[in-house]
T-cell receptor, first 115, second 114 residues
Framework: RKEVEQDPGPFNVPEGATVAFNCTYSNSASQSFFWYRQDCRKEPKLLMSVYSSGNEDGRFTAQLNRASQYISLLIRDSKLSDSATYLCVVNGYNAGGTSYGKLTFGQGTILTVHP | AAGVIQSPRHLIKEKRETATLKCYPIPRHDTVYWYQQGPGQDPQFLISFYEKMQSDKGSIPDRFSAQQFSDYHSELNMSSLELGDSALYFC?????????????FGPGTRLTVT
């Protein structure tokens, strides 16, 4: 089982639609949580960090449920430019509890927004 | 704003050759990470450095080594290249001292081993 699992997708939605992505993580020691987007053959770009209180950035809302080890991303009023792969990413201590830094990625969910 | 710089952007090598990838982190970032992304896969963590010391190690083959220099740039050295090493190699940087742990990725080096 992967350490970070996402909806398999792909998602094909019309412009203006609302779309939600879900993600679960297995390492309860995980400390920080992020959503990245990645365009084809490009680098992952940080979309937003995810906090327990939930956070919103324009059309994007992220939620974290530590008890359920569940992360979500909601995109409202989808734009053509939102088409990309969305990566759920977790950052936490390793098994030895001695370091903090490496990112563990989900397999990504492909979103295509069409006219 | 300045971003992470990686060089070269593209590299073609033959089997058993060596390659050196370079990464220049965002100014004032103290931590550098290396990731490998194979075709159709998610990025896999290789190794990281904090203040020029190795801080964590992932699935990095013994044929690979890396270091961070006094100016904070990092190099990933790859020897005895194999066909399976063909991938996108990303460098990311963060400011651990700022306590955010957000990592910013460079554009990557696309390595093709023939």
């Amino acid at each position: 089982r992967k350490e970070v699992e996402q909806d398999p997708g792909p998602f094909n939605v019309p412009e203006g639609a609302t779309v939600a992505f879900n993600c679960t993580y297995s390492n309860s020691a995980s400390q920080s949580f992020f959503w990245y987007r990645q365009d084809c053959r490009k680098e992952p770009k940080l979309l937003m960090s995810v906090y327990s209180s939930g956070n919103e950035d324009g059309r994007f809302t992220a939620q974290l449920n530590r008890a359920s080890q569940y992360i979500s991303l909601l995109i409202r009023d989808s734009k053509l430019s939102d088409s990309a792969t969305y990566l759920c990413v977790v950052n936490g201590y390793n098994a030895g509890g001695t370091s903090y830094g490496k990112l563990t990625f989900g397999q990504g969910t492909i979103l295509t927004v069409h006219p | 704003a300045a971003g992470v710089i990686q060089s070269p952007r593209h590299l073609i090598k033959e089997k058993r050759e060596t390659a050196t990838l370079k990464c220049y982190p965002i100014p004032r970032h103290d931590t550098v990470y290396w990731y490998q992304q194979g075709p159709g896969q998610d990025p896999q963590f290789l190794i990281s450095f904090y203040e020029k010391m190795q801080s964590d190690k992932g699935s990095i083959p013994d044929r690979f080594s890396a270091q961070q220099f006094s100016d904070y740039h990092s190099e990933l050295n790859m020897s005895s290249l194999e066909l399976g090493d063909s991938a996108l190699y990303f460098c990311a940087s963060s400011s651990r001292g700022a306590g955010t742990y957000e990592q910013y990725f460079g554009p990557g080096t696309r390595l093709t081993v023939t």
